[in-house]
């Protein structure tokens, strides 16, 4: 696809793309699921999550296998959630998909201001989604080919070679000779890209949804401080705009409730990965293997991003739907006759009510909640480093 032109109009093509691209790899795009190619890919899924689990318990005694385990069992699990927990709400999303191809139809700004607004929040979203593939993909193909580097320095040294698994799976029988070892590196060749469509695909989507509401929020507010203040005009401008905002907030409580559990599980999950990523980090960095050190690295880095993202979308969420009340307030609705500075007061009463992003309903995405979930998470590892 071409890269997005700063003057040229934004299609829901544009918007749209690569949420779509990744839900349709796994069968979850809302307006057209496949649940056939969403079996594949949680049949897969699954039985690799599961061998997790069994060599977990298998090294329940053992403090540094298990939690090498939890790095991967953490996020496999959340891949696992992800899909089914999406393919129960997915229907909610249908209306708003296509009311973004409606608007997209009509034109997203009119005017330069709002264009400006428009694409900032449409490059966020690209910049988002692209980063946080590349990390994760990155951070699976090197966790991948490390055993393979590895052989090739013990061939080199003329050392014995420990037929180490790129992700700690374990099988009914141990692997002790070369061909059952190719043969059990190649049943893993896939986790790399499903890992990463996994843990990407519904984000991509909750993001460039969430962005898209921050987006036409942001116009609205243009709009209001320019609407005419011609009384004959102005009912009718200002009907049409109350409307839009009314449309907008149905929109992001309707993106709110088809993500909110999902997002429960997804924040008490990294919650855990952060503080677990974190100690193996340490870990291999006091004993000097700069390989895997940097390989953890990107992946605190990754998951560190996909908690802010999420914060930060409610940020937006709540910056963009207060402001609004500002821009009721700028129209100067008290000039006008009492008739039409009725409706103008109650929406200034309404837009000081924050729209808000909320996992499960308990916790309200803001930047004050990612400085909550660092703070916890540096709890978890604080307390884990003196129990061992």
């Known amino acids: 696809m071409s890269m997005f032109s700063q003057t040229g109009p934004i299609r829901d093509t544009d918007i749209l793309y690569w949420s779509r691209r990744f839900l349709l790899l796994s069968g979850l795009w809302p307006e057209s699921h496949n649940d056939f190619r969403l079996s594949i890919y949680l049949g897969y899924l699954i039985p690799f999550t599961s061998l997790i689990y069994i ?32 393919r129960r709400k997915m229907y909610l999303l249908v209306p708003i998909i296509k009311t973004v191809r409606e608007n997209a139809s009509e034109g997203y700004f009119k005017t330069p201001d709002e264009r400006k607004v428009v694409h900032w929040y449409y490059m966020i979203s690209n910049l988002f989604i692209k980063i946080s593939v590349i990390m994760l993909y990155c951070v699976n193909v090197m966790l991948y080919l490390k055993p393979m580097i590895e052989y090739a320095f013990s061939k080199h040294r003329n050392t014995s070679f420990s037929y180490e ?33 996994g843990i990407m695909a519904a984000d991509s989507l909750l993001v460039t949804l969430v962005l898209y509401v921050c987006g036409q929020l942001s116009v609205l ?4 401080k320019n609407v005419s203040s011609d009384s004959r005009s102005h009912k009718s401008e200002m009907k049409s705009l109350i409307e839009k905002h009314e449309k907008l907030i149905r929109m992001a409580k309707s993106v709110e409730n ?7 599980v997804q924040m008490f ?16 960095i006091n004993s000097g293997d700069p390989t895997n050190a940097f390989t953890f690295t990107i992946f ?42 009725r409706p103008i007061a109650i929406c200034m009463a309404r837009s000081q009510i924050p729209v808000h992003l909320t996992a499960g309903k308990f916790y309200v995405f803001s930047l004050d909640l990612f400085v909550n979930v660092i703070k916890a998470s540096m709890g978890y590892l604080s307390v884990l480093i003196k129990v061992t």
Not at 176 to 193: C, D, N
Not at 269 to 284: D, E, F, G, K, S
Request: hydrophobic share 50%; aromatic share 14%.
């Open 55 to 86: 060599s977990a318990l298998k090294h329940m005694h053992d403090r540094d296998k298990l939690l090498r385990n939890m790095t991967e069992f953490i996020p496999t699990t959340m891949a696992v959630l992800r899909a089914v927990m999406f």
């Open 165 to 197: 698994m790129p992700y700690q799976i374990s099988f009914i029988h141990e692997v002790t000779e070369m061909r059952t070892y190719i043969l059990a590196y190649v049943y893993q060749s896939p986790i790399p890209v499903v890992f990463s469509i």
């Open 221 to 224: 507010r243009i709009q209001i």
């Open 258 to 264: 088809a993500f909110s559990s999902f997002l429960f």
């Open 269 to 284: 999950c990294l919650t855990l990965c952060i503080c677990v990523v974190a100690y193996q980090l340490l870990t291999m």
């Open 300 to 341: 605190a880095l990754s998951v560190v991003l996909v908690t802010f993202s999420y914060c930060f979308l409610g940020e937006c969420l709540i910056y963009e739907s207060t402001s609004l009340n500002e821009a009721y307030y700028d129209s100067k609705w008290y000039e006008l006759p009492a008739k039409l500075a």
